[in-house]
């Protein structure tokens, strides 16, 4: 069975059934969206088993042509980076579905163009060819747009339109990168795998060029600095569901392409680029952890940790070693749980309050007991507390980078603490103190809101005791990129 089809192109039948369905019906358009996400995920799981961890070669591989006048493919596959990946997208949707039942403007068109998002978030870490690639790289643009621009917060169409705008530009350096692989292609290819074995006939000029062209559209979804400033304004006025998608699945197809594309396309242009990215890295790291302490609202202290985060990332594929692309992927799948439960987190008081500035609470742990639990330990996972999950992937990226970078790694420390810091500002100021009497009506977190939130919260314990299953999935990968 095709499997990586039935993964991806599941929630477009979703999307097209709630299409069919009267909008009055909202229940039934629930319905429809978490089933055909359910088929996603539930798909993506039951090919765990049928995984073969010990191979770095492509899994499940689906291939027939597809334009064949210009040899374009359709062609699907997973090794150890893309399926980690394809799992947390599949387990992030049904959670911010579960997340978006708080919807009730336009519910229709609201789960209409979050399953057409799914489709395109699972296209790109599946596909192998390149416009394929850009298709569905393409396609997340669009619902996100709209998810942005109709449901988000007062200034939602200034947010989606610059997030339009940026994501669209890198675009266009993407495809003029892609066009120039293909023609200098003898068999005129835009196959991943084949346009790999060529590598060594391509001089270091038109390596350079094309990484850039590539690292452009990457590194806007990143956000690589400085190209950062459209994300805390999407994460601000975007409703709390897309927020997560957002943080979760979103900002890692930058990180995911330059692995998979620029990186082993252009392996000559990476190395040229090193210095500059290791730098990059050290500037996401700590101005984004400085940005995040400066703030008062909480979800853009959120918005700008991921920044941060991001930057741990960055700093890991610098470091070029095994540890660093581990810490990288495994600090994808770790921020993407952690940091989406912290949106879901700060979507719950918000809900409640209809205000996110932290010196407007006060002692809220002894009304909300569960909710201060919760947002505790979460918060501690982002700040890299040994025992949880962000304190795995920071730290392998940290160990893969100082052997490089001995320096950068160095100041980028500064970025950890800087994050200890205004995360514990934060729960001190909410949580601790003198209870605000303003406060005394809210009511603790509700079945729906657990619901959502407590399966990060069990992902974020189990993966920092024991992250031996997912570092295990994705290490022969990860050692054959690095020639190993």
């Known amino acids: 069975m095709n499997m990586l089809s039935l993964i991806t192109f599941a929630p477009l039948v979703g999307a097209l059934i709630i299409l069919c369905i009267p909008k009055e019906k909202e229940k039934a358009i629930q319905t429809v969206a978490f089933i055909f996400a359910g088929i996603s995920l539930i798909a993506s799981l039951a090919m765990i088993p049928g995984f073969d961890k010990g191979t770095h070669e492509m899994q499940f591989v689906e291939r027939f042509a597809w334009i064949p006048s210009f040899g374009v493919q359709y062609f699907l596959g997973v090794d150890g980076l893309s399926f980690p990946m394809i799992l947390l997208t599949t387990f992030m949707s049904v959670i911010a579905l579960i997340g978006s039942l708080g919807i009730e403007k336009r519910v229709k068109e609201y789960f209409f163009w979050f399953l057409v998002l799914e489709v395109g978030m699972l296209g790109v870490f599946c596909a192998l060819d390149l416009i394929l690639f850009y298709v569905f790289w393409e396609l997340t643009l669009v619902p996100m747009y709209f998810l942005i621009g109709v449901w988000g917060g007062p ?91 957002l943080a979760a699945v979103l900002l890692k197809m930058g990180v995911y392409g330059l692995l998979r594309i620029s990186y082993t396309l252009t392996p000559l242009g990476f190395q040229w680029f090193l210095p500059a990215l290791a730098a990059i890295a050290v500037i996401n790291i700590v101005y984004g952890a400085l940005c995040a302490m400066a703030q008062t609202d909480m979800k853009k202290m959120v918005a700008y940790s991921s920044v941060n985060h991001m930057g741990y990332c960055l700093l890991g594929i610098a470091g070029m070693t095994s540890a660093g692309f581990a810490g990288a992927v495994f600090q994808m799948i770790t921020h993407g749980i952690i940091t989406g439960a912290l949106f879901l987190l700060v ?138």
């Open 347 to 484: 979507g719950v008081i918000y809900d409640r309050a209809h205000t996110r500035d932290v010196s407007a609470f006060g002692g809220l742990a002894v009304k909300l007991p569960v909710y201060a639990g919760l947002m505790s330990l979460t918060c501690f996972a982002s700040l890299g507390l040994p025992g949880l999950a962000g304190f795995i992937g920071e730290f392998l990226c940290f160990l893969g980078a100082f052997q490089t970078w001995k320096w950068h790694a160095a100041v980028a420390v500064l970025g950890i603490i800087a994050t200890a810091a205004f995360f514990l500002r934060m729960m001190q100021k909410v949580f601790l103190g003198k209870f605000n009497e303003k406060w005394a009506g809210l009511e603790d977190m509700t079945a729906r809101e657990l619901v959502s939130i407590v399966p990060l919260a069990a992902l974020t314990v189990l993966f920092g005791v024991y992250p031996k299953w997912p570092l295990d999935l994705m290490n022969k990968t990860l050692e054959h990129m690095l020639g190993k």
């Open 155 to 245: 200034k939602k169409e200034f947010a989606a339109i610059k997030f339009f705008l940026y994501t669209l530009t890198g675009s266009v350096f993407m495809l003029l990168a892609i066009l120039a692989l293909y023609f200098a292609a003898p068999t005129h290819t835009f196959d991943m795998l084949e346009l790999a074995k060529l590598t060594g006939g391509w001089d270091r000029t038109f390596q350079i060029l094309v990484f850039l062209g590539l690292y452009f559209g990457m590194a806007i979804k990143v956000p690589a600095f400085p190209f950062h400033t459209w994300l805390p304004l999407a994460h601000v006025e975007a409703p709390t569901a897309i927020s997560v998608i």
